[in-house]
């Protein structure tokens, strides 16, 4: 933009309307700037100023033209068409873009260099620290994880810290921005903040040392009584009534509010927080809290739901605290549970009662544990047959609120991956030999400091079991899908893998499910210096999530000796057709049970509440319009329709096989 110097007869007008200067040699105007909508304003330092021509329509229908009103401006670059009206102390050191509403507003500086959040520590899952993850404008939930698990390699976390600090500096200045159509409204002190574009902040009590990374794509909205103090808020959040956050990094489309208080966390992509409070809590993709009486401490979790009055303990009064725990992916607490850290539960698990005993059930996922008499009941596998379990992971990919084309997270949704079946059959092999060894006949079997009935450890084998099968042979139709076949060999040839990347172990790094090797590999690069700037690893996370089903199906090649006996490199069509009919027999099972489960939500029992009044035909009548029929409920047309297709899918796979057995 071409700026000049003002003349001698615009700044006697100026000063006609109140105006004042320190020096009007140091206020330069864009071409076109006329001086009819600038009053009782003070100019201080270098400022320059861009055209008022434009007009705000405000709620209610009431206009207010662009320009300037009972406001102090001391190193400020206005763009066009701003309104900036009653600043009760001043604005400093700011570049404001165009089309920008402020009002109301206690004080708006830059005090010296800042890095706007960038480069703050957070102490993430051990309060007395250890643990620091440092935050920034491109953090993604899988870098923090690196940055705060991690630490049995000091040189990867030198390295990471060293990046991160480089970036912090780079965007460090003495000069804040507030982006372009951005309002703010009635808000008390904002300090040391950088601003994107088209935020709207209404009402904030204080804002310190922070970024609001907000565009045109995905707005972020700050309201009424939040107070933010070392921090990054990520595109297409809303922080809202009274939410108060100190050293937190919020990432893409979170919400907060309603008085949620959180320090020293993490909180990722689509994360909602309510009512309660988080310390030190690292918190994964979908990590969801609402409730007043529910504290999050030291914890790490994702695709997580807290339940109201859900509680645990880092620290046992001997040595602070210093403890920390892990509910993996997809793992719930039901309402007034209690984990005493440290402890760790398995992917999507359901969490009920209190427990004391420090648990550790990686891998028997899926399961439930269950307090009774101060003592953990684990039932393996069960959660594979609840509706809950299948409606979540329906819902997480429609509830992604993140709008912005430039994703810091790279999610994976899949309920069955390499990641949680790896585990299943690690979960199987143990309950195998755990009842190897205490006979098949005892009636609890005790596994760590939890206990398994007779009747759960076998159920668990088979839930697992079916499961596996599930997964395996989803992995061989889609690998075998619309090709005709004529030879055992071009079978061979066909399900051999692209890349033996992924034959190993798999990690799910918050949200991110990789071959371990990979994971390995991008921070060996980093320890070498090859890979130092935080875009670049990004880039290495988003090439690990496009190429997951490659990858995957390299690891469901390796198992298909492991689980079924079959050599893949010399499997026949006959080979494929008894996979095939163990995965249908497996699909259509587990969903029988989706159904059965699903039933007990029309039952009698689930209709206590309803026809409070009335006869049993009344409170069935009432419970209908409510909920619906059974037979009519989208989840269950969906379960029915599923099995149609599966088993449609299966047969047309085994009647292609059919059309080349015998043919070497």
């Known amino acids: 933009m071409n700026y000049r110097k003002l003349t001698a007869e615009e700044i006697a ?59 102090t401006l001391h190193n400020v670059s206005v763009g066009d068409n701003c309104c900036i009206e009653n ?18 507003v206690d004080i708006i500086l830059v005090d010296g260099i800042s890095s706007f959040g960038n480069g703050v520590e957070v102490s993430v899952l051990n309060e007395t620290g250890g643990r620091e993850v440092l935050i920034s404008d491109k953090l993604s939930a899988h870098l923090a994880y690196i940055m705060a698990l991690y630490r049995h390699r000091p040189e ?89 956050l100190s050293r937190c990094f919020v990432g ?55 339940g109201s009055g859900s509680n645990q303990s880092n620290h046992m009064y001997k040595l602070g605290p210093i403890h920390q725990g892990t509910l993996e992916r997809g793992a719930k607490t039901a309402s007034d549970s209690y984990i005493l850290w440290p402890a760790r539960v398995g992917a999507f698990s359901l969490v009920m009662g209190r427990h004391v005993n420090h648990a550790d059930t990686t891998n028997l996922p899926f399961s439930y544990l269950i307090e009774q008499n101060n003592t953990t009941f684990l039932a393996p596998a069960v959660n594979l047959r609840s509706v809950g379990t299948i409606r979540d992971a329906q819902k997480w990919p429609k509830r992604d609120g993140r709008t912005d084309p430039c994703k810091l997270d790279y999610i994976n949704y899949n309920l069955l991956s390499p990641y949680t079946v790896q585990k299943m059959l690690k979960g199987r092999d143990l309950l195998q030999r755990l009842r190897h060894a205490s006979g098949e006949l005892s009636d609890v079997y005790s596994f ?28 061989v139709i889609k690998h075998l899908e619309g090709i005709a076949f004529h030879t055992d060999k071009e079978i061979q040839d066909r399900l051999r893998p692209d890349t033996s990347i992924g034959s190993g172990e798999w990690v799910d790094i918050s949200g991110l ?58 499997a026949t069509a006959a080979d494929i057709i008894r996979i095939v009919r163990q995965w249908q027999e497996a699909v259509v099972g ?75």
């Open 87 to 104: 600043i009760q102390n001043y604005i400093a050191n700011y570049e404001i873009g165009h089309d920008t509403f402020i009002e109301n």
């Open 513 to 570: 499910i990789a071959p371990k090797s990979e994971v390995d590999r991008l921070m060996d690069g980093i320890e070498r210096g090859d890979i130092d700037r935080l875009k670049d690893i990004n880039a290495e996370f988003a090439r690990m999530h496009a190429n997951y089903y490659t990858y995957e199906w390299t690891w469901a090649y390796d198992r298909l000796q492991e689980f079924y006996g079959i050599d893949p490199r010399q």
């Open 252 to 306: 893409q489309a979170c919400r907060l509010g309603h008085g949620y208080l959180a320090s020293d966390s993490l909180f990722f992509s689509n994360c909602q927080g309510e009512n309660g409070e988080a310390c030190a809590i690292f918190a994964g993709p979908f990590t969801v809290t609402h409730h007043k009486s529910t504290l999050l401490i030291a914890g790490m979790f994702s695709f997580m739901n807290a």
């Open 13 to 71: 007008r100026l000063q006609a309307q109140s105006c004042l200067a320190d020096d009007w040699d140091r206020v330069s105007v864009a071409v076109g700037f006329n001086t009819d909508h600038v009053h009782h304003t003070r100019f201080s330092g270098e400022v320059r100023l861009g055209v008022f021509e434009g007009e705000f329509v405000l709620p209610g229908g009431i206009r207010k033209h662009s320009g300037l009103r009972h406001v």
């Open 156 to 244: 990867l976390i030198a390295r990471i810290r060293a990046i991160t600090e480089f970036y912090a500096r780079k965007h460090a200045s003495a000069c804040g921005t507030i982006g372009s159509h951005v309002t703010i409204l009635n808000t008390g002190a904002i300090r040391d903040v950088r601003i994107g574009d088209c935020c709207r902040i209404e009402g904030a009590g204080r804002l310190r040392n922070g970024s609001i990374n907000s565009n045109a794509d995905a707005p972020v909205h700050v309201g009424h009584g939040v107070v933010c103090d070392d921090f990054i808020i990520s595109s297409g959040s809303h922080v809202d009534d009274g939410a108060m």
């Open 590 to 664: 587990l969903d029988r049970m989706l159904y059965e489960d699903a039933k007990k939500e029309f039952s009698m029992a689930s209709m206590t509440g309803f026809g409070v009044d009335g006869s049993r035909a009344e409170k069935e009548q009432d419970f209908e319009q409510v909920r619906g029929f059974f037979e009519s409920n989208p989840f269950v047309t969906a379960v029915l329709k599923h099995i149609e297709v599966k088993t449609a899918l299966g047969d047309e796979l085994i009647g292609r096989m059919e059309a080349v057995e015998g043919n070497p």
């Open 448 to 475: 760590h400091s939890a206990k398994i009935r007779n009747s759960a450890l076998v159920k668990g084998i088979r839930l697992y079991e079916t499961a596996i099968h599930k997964f395996l042979g989803n992995s």
